[in-house]
């Protein structure tokens, strides 16, 4: 939803090709992001959105050490100072691009013609 939003009717076509041009791991977000091709907004648009779900569901918001809120898109809601944001993955933390992700989203326009006029 998100990137049709922001991306247009090209979303679509671009989320429809990645498996047949890509394979079937074309949307795992850790190995796009393990194979160092690049940051977030780099990845195919699939996996772009399996992370994003990843972050809303997992990532934790955390006060110092304590965590404030588990999943539920706490880690969105991480300011930076009073909050962090804590994203672990097997093992691995993954809060610097997760947060490099979410900014991208916020950063970005829609591309619907309407968002233009309100």
């Not at 922001?6 to 979303?11: D, E, K, P």
Request: negative net charge; aromatic residues 6%; proline residues 4%.
């Amino acid at each position: 939803m998100w990137q049709h939003q922001h991306v247009g009717a090209s979303y679509s076509v671009e989320a429809l090709a990645v498996p047949a041009t890509q394979g079937s791991d074309a949307c795992d977000w850790q190995k796009q992001l393990l194979s160092g091709e690049g940051p977030w907004a780099l990845f195919n648009r699939e996996a772009q959105a399996q992370s994003i779900q990843v972050v809303y569901t997992k990532g934790e918001l955390l006060s110092g050490p304590t965590v404030m809120r588990p999943g539920g898109g706490g880690f969105c809601d991480a300011d930076g100072t009073a909050t962090t944001g804590r994203l672990v993955v097997d093992t691995t933390d993954h809060a610097v691009p997760a947060n490099d992700a979410t900014s991208e989203l916020r950063g970005r326009r829609s591309a619907r013609l309407s968002s233009r006029f309100s």
